[in-house]
């Protein structure tokens, strides 16, 4: 018999899941539940991006392409990322083709951390970069991002945070799960901080695309001295609604992006063919689609914030991705509780905020990725629920 | 902002004012003056609910029929779809481009009586010169409205 407690990585088996995982657990098996739980689109990915993978396939497009990704692709990137972030990158060797954002966010994590290093985290933020920087033998070193500060960090928690053996800062904006960005001015207060450092920032970009309310996103590296410090993680699910395609990208200065490639060559090999094929077109002849979406989160968007607060869950205007973050601390419940009960008596289905990290409580996140009805209706069983618990 | 209102208005004209406003950023009043504004002019002709009559056990039988027409001096295209519009039966009617004139859609509660309005009225009139009835045997979407159910496999959760 073998003792699984001694084969596996105590490393990895020491990462604890999530007390919420029960939750989620209970919440999946559920039947006819009105979920606003969920982290990709519901649009379908467009037609003339899945038809450009289909016609990759009949042209018999099936083999390994290069490790970085197929040069065209990368033409594209870099042409793409010029024209909306104003920051040049040089095809051969400055962009890397990815599965999804995630593993661009793994290997860089990967490429720069070990036993030692601590790593800066925003948190509440997405779950995966604590995660990665344990299993790189990193510390993560977490930042609680505050409400009152719209969720963005300062440079006061950026200098508090850092220590001599800071090796990286996550940046992930726009947020999941707060909808929080960091405009032009806020980048620049935390570039001031970094400037005199070796730290590197990882910017997860993945929600570039989706911000709202007319001022457009502002890339990390296109701030003034950044671009030799930072990767830019980006990539094609959220933008054109292509999340099984599992097609990303990292964007970064050659000497670490030849590392991050190295990592992929041997862990990956190279990013899904077909799908290289379909974001090519995503890439050219997308931006028409990505207005078309924006327009139609933005008005599910002013619907579930206005929604949240008409029921007196306080919940600020996220002004990118797809989620608002409403407080529900005026329940008297924890975020667990909260959602727990409006599970098992509406059927509705939110995630609680400490999913995201601890500084989540007393907030839950709510998806907008559906329809205006879906989302109404869920407002309305929230509200039933609210006036039931008094 | 009125083509963003009559987009909404053209996906779900059961929006309240009050969302309709939330959805624009703009405030009720304005949103309400200017639907008011729509109806008046005639921008709006109207608001129905999107049925799906195969729903129904009763289901009524729908055709799509190619009128080719031969218009007069004093009787044009216009005289003879006033003269075909009026009939109840009659849910629509189009003028074409191509290989006829005039489109029209038919609801009837029987093959039989769609064969016998195209047979006795619509053949009848003087300027009709031929016609070809097609059944419609399924609507997958009408008006914009997806009539087969869903399929969103995203499952409950994904952070």
Redesign the interface.
């Known amino acids: 018999m073998i003792d699984y407690n001694k084969v596996l990585n105590q490393s990895f088996v020491d990462i604890k899941p999530s007390g919420i995982r029960k939750f989620?657990d209970i919440?999946?098996q559920?039947k006819d539940?009105i979920?606003l739980?969920?982290?990709?689109p519901?649009f379908p990915t467009p037609w003339h991006i899945r038809s450009e993978g289909i016609r990759s396939l009949e042209k018999g497009k099936t083999r390994y392409t290069s490790n970085h990704g197929l040069l065209t692709m990368r033409e594209e990137i870099s042409k793409f990322v010029d024209r909306k972030y104003g920051v040049k990158y040089d095809p051969v060797d400055e962009i890397l083709v990815t599965v999804g954002g995630s593993e661009a966010i793994d290997g860089a994590i990967r490429a720069l951390v070990g036993p030692g290093d601590e790593v800066i985290i925003p948190q509440p933020s997405?779950?995966c970069y604590e995660p990665i920087t344990i299993l790189a033998g990193g510390t993560p070193v977490i930042i609680e991002t505050k409400a009152e500060n719209e969720f963005k960090i300062t440079p006061e928690e950026l200098r508090a945070a850092i220590s001599p053996r800071t090796k990286a800062l996550i940046l992930p904006y726009p947020c999941?799960p707060t909808g929080a960005v960091m405009r032009k001015s806020d980048l620049e207060a935390i570039a001031q901080v970094l400037k005199e450092t070796n730290i590197i920032v990882i910017s997860d970009e993945i929600y570039a695309e989706l911000t709202f309310g007319g001022e457009k996103h502002t890339c990390f590296a296109a701030i003034d001295g950044m671009r030799e410090r930072t990767i830019v993680v980006n990539g094609f699910s959220k933008a054109y609604s292509m999340t099984g395609w599992r097609m990303g990208y990292a964007c970064g200065p050659r000497e670490i992006l030849n590392q991050i490639t190295k990592i992929h060559q041997f862990a990956i090999m190279c990013a899904p063919t077909t799908s290289q094929y379909a974001a090519i077109e995503a890439l050219k002849n997308g931006d028409e689609d990505i207005a078309r979406m924006v327009e139609e989160y933005d008005?599910r968007r002013?619907?579930i914030v206005?929604g949240f607060n008409k029921l007196g869950l306080t919940c600020r205007e996220p002004l990118g991705a797809f989620y608002a973050f409403p407080c529900i601390s005026s329940t008297g419940m924890t975020s667990e509780e909260f959602c727990e009960k409006l599970l098992y008596s509406k059927s509705v289905?939110l995630?609680p905020g400490p999913?995201?990290g601890k500084g989540g409580e007393g907030f839950v996140r709510a998806s907008y990725c559906y329809s205006?009805?879906h989302i109404?209706t869920a407002l309305e069983r929230i509200g039933e629920f609210l006036k039931e618990i008094g | 902002m009125n083509i963003k209102l009559l987009k909404?208005l053209g996906k779900?004209a059961r929006?309240s004012v009050a969302?309709l406003a939330?959805?624009?950023?703009a405030d009720e009043k304005t949103v309400k003056d200017q639907i008011f504004e729509m109806e008046k002019s005639g921008l709006i002709r109207g608001y129905k609910a999107v049925i799906d009559w195969e729903k129904l056990d009763s289901a009524a039988v729908s055709a799509l029929i190619e009128l080719k027409v031969s218009p007069q001096a004093d009787y044009g295209f216009e005289e003879i779809a006033k003269r075909v519009m009026m009939y109840p039966e009659v849910e629509s009617v189009y003028l074409m481009s191509g290989g006829y004139d005039l489109c029209v859609t038919v609801r009837s509660k029987t093959f039989q009586q769609v064969a016998m309005f195209v047979a006795k009225e619509l053949s009848t009139i003087d300027a009709v010169v031929s016609t070809a009835t097609h059944f419609i045997l399924r609507r997958y979407k009408e008006l914009d409205v997806i009539l087969t159910d869903g399929d969103?496999d995203?499952?409950?959760?994904?952070?």
């Open positions: 989620f919440a999946e559920m539940v979920s739980g969920v982290g990709e519901d997405y779950v999941n008005m002013r619907i206005d289905a995630v999913a995201f205006i009805d109404k | 909404l779900n929006y969302e939330t959805m624009l950023g969103d995203r499952g409950n959760f994904s952070l």
